[in-house]
């Protein structure tokens, strides 16, 4: 059984940073992908992905230069480096991952807090 778990979320003051992890455990996603996304409606949308091997990376244009995508393939885990935060980033962020094989992402954390807020 696969599972995504997602730790670091919590508050923070806008301008602030925030490291936000998942790691995943049941199987390998060495030749697959990684992501982040966030939901603060009923919308949940892209943030930043990590594909390997490679470490190919792309991100929102929303978080660009703000956030930083890592990850360690052989760990199963990610990182979200959230910096310059701004209200408009809170939101439940969800960890993702997925095969090299596949479009979607079958895989899914149960979504962790992060608030930006003074």
């Known amino acids: 059984q696969v599972q995504l778990t997602e730790t670091g979320g919590g508050l923070v003051q806008p301008g602030g940073s925030l490291r936000i992890s998942c790691t995943a455990s049941g199987r390998t996603f060495s030749r697959g992908t990684m992501a982040w996304f966030r939901q603060d409606g009923t919308e949940r949308v892209f943030v930043a992905t990590i594909?390997?091997?490679?470490?190919?990376?792309s991100y929102a244009d929303s978080v660009k230069g703000r956030f930083t995508i890592s990850g360690d393939a052989d760990r199963n885990t990610i990182y979200l480096q959230m910096n310059s935060l701004k209200p408009e980033d809170t939101a439940t962020y969800y960890c993702?991952?997925?095969?090299?094989?596949?479009?979607?992402?079958?895989?899914w954390g149960q979504g962790i807090q992060v608030t930006v807020s003074s």
């Open positions: 594909t390997w091997p490679g470490d190919i990376i």
């Open positions: 993702a991952a997925k095969s090299s094989a596949t479009s979607q992402y079958p895989y």
